[in-house]
């Protein structure tokens, strides 16, 4: 008898297994589905607190331009201020005029004798902008 209860048995199971194939593969996918559900919703919160982040930094950088704007204001009004007083006491602002001990008829005569603007820089050691001013301003010897 025994023997004829393992081969019911196996003969059953023979039959039965593609059904336990099938719910082992149902549970099998269940799991999966299960599994990306939660890394999906891993990864959701993790984008909802990067975005929370984000959100805090950019009111955080918001506020520090703010900030920025207004103490460059104040700096200005300051600057404005001093200016004003340093006017109201007389004080010349701007640094010196450059002034030169060049001679105007020198450049001239250099120039008629025909040398060049550079030549002429050279020889009263002064710099070529200087000789060029001097003689398109038409200054007369």
């Known amino acids: 008898m025994a023997v004829k209860v393992k081969k019911l048995t196996i003969e059953r199971l023979a039959k039965a297994a593609p059904a336990i194939n099938q719910l082992y ?4 996918k269940k799991k999966r589905r299960e599994t990306m559900n939660q890394q999906f919703e891993r990864v959701l919160t993790d984008l909802k607190r ?15 331009l703010k900030d920025l704007d ?3 204001e104040e700096r200005k009004k300051k600057i404005k ?6 006017k109201k006491r007389g004080v010349k602002l701007g640094g010196a005029r450059r002034t030169s001990n060049v001679d105007a008829k020198t450049v001239v005569a250099l120039r008629k ?4 603007q550079q030549e002429i820089a050279e020889i009263l050691n ?3 902008p200087l000789v ?10």
Request: no cysteine; charged share 30%; net charge positive.
């Open 25 to 28: 593969a149902q549970q099998e």
């Open 50 to 64: 990067v975005l929370r982040d984000l959100t805090d930094e950019r009111n955080n950088v918001a506020l520090v």
């Open 70 to 72: 207004r103490e460059r």
């Open 81 to 86: 201020a001093g200016l004003a007083r340093a």
């Open 113 to 116: 004798r025909g040398m060049t």
């Open 126 to 128: 002064v710099s070529q």
């Open 132 to 141: 060029s001013k001097i003689l398109a301003s038409g200054r007369k010897p």
